[in-house]
């Protein structure tokens, strides 16, 4: 397998769509549940799991980092970047590639990545990864301390294990990305960047409001990689105005700001 190499360039922008035309069928096996068959199935005629494989990605998700990456260019050379939901580790490939990659000046730029998970993920040259709930108490306490210092990006892919129940799936997404928009608010470099899964519904609209008052532009967006059967989109969140206005909307602003009038109001 080659390694993943093409994180660094932004070239190369096909979807991968349409490079397979044969469709791989799996016969149900004795002791194989149907779902089992059809997810194998899936996966066999997925391009972009082929393409994974063929580039070196650890899996299919590198790709959505990359498309996004592509449009908001938020993975520059030195950033400073949090990966929370990061196993088994493709959006790290493709960070740890962009933002040690050459800068403008044609110097190689030392940038950071710091990766959390409730799983193990095997190492990743160049990322710092950690086994942790983001949901357990203390969690944010904890990533502050391995980060030691500013973000330029927070980005998660936090997904909780599907229960089967949309609404409930729905609600816990929503959760885990309301934690990582705080780490975001209390990390963030004036400027910076925010990008988090979200399921399409109801119960995102209040974190909406909360972001577009935070950053200069919010973004809905389902990148191509991203299947058009599930109801993931990702919310890219670019110019952070600072921590100012970190608490806005729950009644705590931490401190007033003659630029608060930019804010719409909640
Ligand atoms: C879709 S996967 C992430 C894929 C990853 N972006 C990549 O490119 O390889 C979602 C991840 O979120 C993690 N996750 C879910 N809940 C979490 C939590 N409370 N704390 C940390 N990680 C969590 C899961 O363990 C899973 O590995």
Not at 8 to 21: I, L, M, V, Y
Not at 131 to 140: M, S
Not at 237 to 250: C, E, I, K, L, Y
Request: charged share 30%; glycine share 12%; aromatic share 6%.
């Amino acid at each position: 397998m080659s390694k993943a190499t093409g994180g660094g360039s932004r070239a190369g922008k096909t979807s991968g769509r349409g490079q397979r035309d044969l469709k791989v069928r799996v016969k149900t096996a004795k002791g194989r549940k149907l779902s089992s068959k059809l997810w194998l199935e899936r996966q066999l005629n997925d391009p972009y799991v082929a393409r994974a494989r063929r580039e070196g990605y650890r899996g299919r998700a590198a790709y959505k980092i990359l498309e996004l990456d592509d449009k908001y260019r938020f993975l520059t050379p030195g950033a400073r970047v949090v990966d929370l939901g990061c196993a088994p580790g493709g959006w790290c490939q493709v960070a740890v590639a962009r933002v040690n990659a050459l800068g403008e000046t044609g110097g190689k730029a030392q940038g950071r990545v710091l990766g959390v998970d409730l799983q193990e993920v095997d190492p990743i040259a160049g990322a710092e990864i950690h086994v942790l709930d983001f949901l357990e108490d203390g969690a944010d306490d904890r990533v502050k301390d391995w980060l030691g210092g500013p973000a330029d990006v927070v980005m998660s892919d936090m997904a909780a294990a599907s229960s089967g129940h949309k609404g409930t799936d729905h609600l816990r997404i929503v959760a885990l990305v309301e934690a990582a928009a705080q780490l975001a608010f209390d990390v963030l470099e004036p400027g910076g960047t925010f990008v988090a899964k979200v399921l399409a519904g109801g119960a995102e609209a209040e974190m909406q409001t909360m972001l577009k008052q935070n950053f200069d532009k919010v973004a809905n967006v389902k990148p191509p990689a991203s299947r058009s059967d599930s109801s993931e989109k990702f919310v890219v969140a670019t110019g952070f105005r600072g921590r100012r206005s970190s608490a806005a909307g729950d009644g705590q602003e931490e401190e007033p700001s003659d630029e608060s009038d930019d804010a719409p109001s909640p």
